[in-house]
């Protein structure tokens, strides 16, 4: 089954270092990759995706990741942290249409000062 | 563009009433929206998917007669949660796709917290 496999339930970094965010995917055939990030008690505010193209996306507030196809990964990563990046990411993937949506797990990121 | 709002924010209600909550796409029209559940720590779980104009398809374990979901114009979907109990009680969010956007990307609302008492 087509699965996302986010590593590390939780991530805990200084301000200033460096982020990342793990996540795996389950299926010979690549899919739709997404990352997504949950404040408290809020909805989902999409970082970046990867369609097709560059396997180097660039999202925002400093975000990036990488596609690697060899070794099914879309890792998250960001140069230096924040503060305000404390939350909550979800790695997602869509391999079919209609845009239907696998999450993984959810990484809970903190930020110490 | 791509809002997606979602109304109420917060809801209580007693247990065995049923509450009705709205998700909308102010500035796009959505062919597909889909409702979640998210407990506390977890990820999102898949209740349904609906397609304007069509009955929903609900996932396998989601009981289709407790949670209704109608989409009735390209802007808006319902979930009602009928005759609730506490467990129903959860985090609730909804998302759409934009009509015949090809990066199958989601658009999320920002939830509606419901407590059954």
């Known amino acids: 089954a087509q699965s996302v496999t986010q590593l590390g339930s939780h991530v805990s970094v200084s301000e200033g270092a460096l982020v990342l965010l793990r996540c795996n995917y389950s299926?010979?055939?690549?899919?739709?990759l997404f990352w997504y990030v949950q404040y408290p008690n809020q909805g989902l505010q999409l970082l970046l995706k990867y369609t097709t193209g560059a396997t180097l996306v660039k999202g925002i507030n400093g975000f990036e990741a990488e596609f690697k196809k060899s070794e099914t990964s879309f890792h998250l990563t960001k140069p230096s942290a924040h503060m305000s990046d404390a939350a909550e990411y979800f790695c997602?993937?869509?391999?079919?249409?209609?845009?239907?949506?696998?999450f993984g797990e959810g990484t809970q990121l903190t930020v110490n000062p | 563009g791509a809002v997606v709002s979602q109304h109420p924010s917060r809801v209580i209600c007693k247990s065995g009433t049923s509450v009705k909550i709205e998700c909308r796409s102010l500035d796009f029209q959505a062919t597909t929206m889909f409702w979640y559940r998210q407990f506390p720590k977890k990820s999102l779980m898949l209740m349904a998917t609906s397609n304007e104009g069509s009955k929903a398809t609900y996932e396998q374990g989601v009981e289709k007669d407790k949670f209704l979901i109608n989409h009735a114009s390209l802007t808006l979907s319902t979930l009602t949660v009928t005759s609730a109990h506490p467990e129903d009680s959860s985090f609730y969010i909804c998302?759409?796709?934009?009509?015949?956007?090809?990066?199958?990307?989601?658009?999320f609302g920002p939830g509606t917290r419901l407590t059954v008492t």
């Open positions: 299926s010979s055939v690549p899919p739709y």
């Open positions: 997602a993937a869509s391999w079919t249409s209609g845009s239907r949506l696998t």
């Open positions: 998302s759409a796709s934009r009509e015949r956007e090809a990066a199958y990307e989601q658009y």
